[in-house]
């Protein structure tokens, strides 16, 4: 099977009863939910909503995004993920990548109470995301029957356009579809099971992989639970509650979950603890370990490849080296022999961004140049060594920001740390914010550098918290400009 609709509806034949959705209010069977994605469906269909339109969905976290997903993609409608709260011009920044023609935005980001989706057509001339709206409604919620829709459009016409910037915020779009997603979570399921009965929670922003939040669980037949971020206070809760077995975070948030959710006793039903989006640091995976008695494994992935491609071997989580770990099946890793920089290739990976000027990352030989440099040991592991981008020249050295980042996260008390360079400038910038026990940090670090850069102008910055990227990722571009 290569489509969502296909999964839903076999499970919802053998599985109708058993839990397959749920958020912090509301809960849906298989059965329950494939009643809805078709009822939704219809009620689309009736404002106009065709195979070829291509729709922007801003959701927070819930049951109403996946319906939303789900019945889009059924109609052959093509989907892009839009921030949260997303300003015009981010909207804009997309809108000259992707021709969008409806954007579907949920309304009660001001007003918790409210539950209402909008839901507008695009003026191509204007180029503007406001005008002529042709609905207000709630996904879960529709008032008229619309039920025993039956869409004759099968959902591989579809394009999911899942977005990525990297660490610098520029956007770019990856152009795939349900059967590259589908084949991802299938390989990835070799190396993480996930089985019926099982509950699934993702925690991405739903710019970010929006997929990943309801793939797996709906190919397997398990529970996928989507909260919102106003609900993690209460996590501890819901993993009691629902009996989390799959937790897939970035590390950012992992790091809040485990201050929020202390008691041991909340995590035990989790088999599977991963991390991924960036570099996930030894003290959360030590932290984890020591506080909860769970091992906390790096996956890594990317959207150029569909999804995750890494798994870290379970044993190794207490290494304090940047671990990515082992392939999963189906693709094809490589060292490139000169710069060490990571090559990928595979059915599941991409042949080149969406209406892209700049230069294409993949060559010839279809491996996608993903620009993170790497070494393999003698088990086959691949373990991170820095960025392609990250190396510079300073007091004539090649040094790597990346090595830099790994020492000063041995400083007893650094909570976070990046390090940036400006070929304006010429200056090494060194962000830190503190650790849980405050110490005086700013000497220490001054006495690093100072051995670790000799002949190098540099400058040291103490920050609350390190900008984010919705990714989780530090946002470097902002760095950068703090050293202009």
């Given at each position: 099977?290569?489509?969502?609709n296909?999964y ?8 109708s009863?058993s ?7 509301l ?5 329950q ?10 009620y689309?269909?009736?404002l106009?909503?065709?195979?070829g339109?291509?729709?922007?969905i ?12 789900l ?5 052959g409608v093509?989907?892009?993920p ?12 997309i ?5 969008m023609?409806i954007v ?7 007003d ?17 995301c406001?005008?002529?709206?042709c609905?207000?409604?709630?996904p ?7 039920s025993?829709?039956?869409?004759h ?10 977005l990525t ?5 520029d ?32 925690l ?11 793939t ?33 975070a ?31 640091p030894y003290n ?16 890594w ?8 491609v890494?798994?870290?071997?379970e ?20 060292i490139?022999?000169?710069s ?36 393999r ?13 990250s ?64 002949f ?29």
């Amino acid at each position: 099977m290569d489509t969502f609709n296909e999964y839903l509806e076999l499970w919802a034949n053998r599985r109708s009863e058993s839990l397959a959705l749920a958020d912090a209010e509301l809960e849906l069977t298989y059965g329950q939910l494939l009643f809805k994605v078709r009822e939704l469906q219809g009620y689309l269909y009736g404002l106009g909503l065709r195979e070829g339109d291509i729709a922007g969905i801003s959701s927070p976290r819930s049951v109403s995004l996946v319906l939303l997903y789900l019945a889009a993609l059924g109609l052959g409608v093509s989907v892009v993920p839009l921030p949260e709260q997303g300003e015009a011009g981010q909207i804009r920044k997309i809108l000259d990548l992707i021709p969008m023609n409806i954007v579907i935005r949920y309304e009660g980001y001001a007003d918790p109470d409210n539950r209402q989706y909008s839901i507008a057509r695009i003026s191509r001339a204007a180029r503007d995301c406001g005008e002529e709206t042709c609905g207000v409604f709630i996904p879960y919620q529709l008032e008229g029957s619309c039920s025993g829709f039956v869409s004759h459009v099968n959902e591989a016409h579809a394009v999911y356009y899942n977005l990525t910037s990297g660490s610098t915020g520029d956007v770019k779009a990856v152009r795939t579809g349900s059967r590259e997603l589908i084949r991802n979570a299938l390989l990835v399921n070799e190396r993480l099971p996930l089985e019926n009965g099982d509950c699934y929670c993702c925690l991405f922003a739903t710019d970010m992989h929006p997929h990943e939040l309801f793939t797996r669980p709906i190919i397997f037949g398990a529970c996928g639970l989507v909260l919102a971020n106003h609900d993690l206070r209460g996590f501890g809760r819901h993993m009691r509650h629902r009996q989390i077995t799959h937790l897939l975070a970035t590390p950012h948030t992992l790091s809040n979950l485990l201050k929020l959710c202390p008691a041991e006793e909340d995590w035990q039903s989790i088999r599977y603890l991963l991390g991924t989006g960036e570099h996930v640091p030894y003290n959360l995976r030590e932290g984890f370990y020591n506080r909860i008695g769970k091992k906390l494994i790096s996956v890594w992935g990317c959207t150029e490849a569909s999804g995750i491609v890494l798994v870290m071997p379970e044993d190794m989580f207490l290494e304090q080296e940047s671990i990515l770990g082992l392939p999963v099946p189906g693709y094809e890793l490589q060292i490139e022999p000169d710069s060490g920089e990571l090559l990928i290739r595979g059915e599941c990976v991409m042949k080149g961004y969406w209406s892209w000027a700049g230069r294409q990352p993949v060559d010839l030989n279809g491996y996608y140049h993903t620009g993170d440099t790497v070494m393999r040991n003698s088990e086959g592991v691949f373990i991170f060594t820095g960025r392609a981008d990250s190396f510079i020249k300073a007091g004539g050295r090649r040094v790597s920001l990346h090595a830099l980042e790994q020492e000063l996260r041995n400083i007893d008390g650094i909570g976070e740390v990046a390090a940036v360079y400006s070929d304006t400038s010429h200056t090494v910038g060194i962000f830190y914010s503190e650790g849980v026990h405050r110490r005086q940090l700013y000497p220490e670090i001054l006495r690093f550098l100072n051995q670790a850069l000799p002949f190098t102008k540099f400058r040291v910055l103490g920050c609350s918290e390190l900008p984010k990227l919705t990714s989780g990722k530090v946002n470097k571009k902002t760095l950068m400009a703090k050293l202009h």
